[in-house]
């Protein structure tokens, strides 16, 4: 496949996409049941605003410090502040919104992009997607993989 033929004749155009109000675990839920390990976040009138990866979703879970426990001859003492600042921790993983996870700085394309563009943006970019948008609205993502099977002939990537 030439490297001028444009994104839009691979891009998939039913996207995963989530809302920067949706909780995170519910995100982590779609995106576990999805084939896909990250996708689009878009407002309410399908405006691309972040981008959500499983890597943000597993940050997420690592951001919790669990409490100092202290061993001090044979007894166990738990710093009192460290229990405070997991349970505060532990409030916010569990109440966190996809927005507060989210990537906010989205790198994505065109349509009318050429397949070089796209595998350039991610390549400078260190991205495995791009949404696709046409005036800031989501249109479709095209992926590394999309990409790399249309350079090596794979018939089925242009369907």
């Known amino acids: 496949m030439p490297r001028t033929t444009l994104v839009r004749t691979l891009m998939t155009t039913d996207v995963v996409t989530f809302s920067p ?6 995100a982590t839920e779609r995106l576990m049941g999805s084939e896909v390990d990250g996708g689009p976040v878009v407002d309410g009138e399908g405006r691309v605003v972040g981008m959500l990866t499983s890597d943000d979703l597993l940050v ?11 061993s001090l001859f044979g007894a166990y003492l738990e710093l009192p502040s460290s229990h405070r600042k997991f349970e505060e921790d532990l409030r916010k993983a569990v109440g966190a919104k996809v927005g507060d996870v989210m990537d906010k700085e989205v790198v994505s394309c065109g349509p009318d992009d050429t397949l070089e563009r796209a595998a350039t943006l991610m390549h400078e970019h260190g ?33």
């Open 21 to 26: 109000d949706e909780p995170v675990q519910e």
């Open 60 to 70: 997420q879970e690592v951001r919790l410090h669990y409490p100092t426990v202290i």
């Open 127 to 159: 991205v495995s997607r791009l949404p696709v948008s046409e005036d800031g609205f989501l249109v479709g993502i095209v992926a590394r993989g999309d990409i790399l099977r249309a350079v090596m002939g794979d018939p089925d990537a242009t369907t």
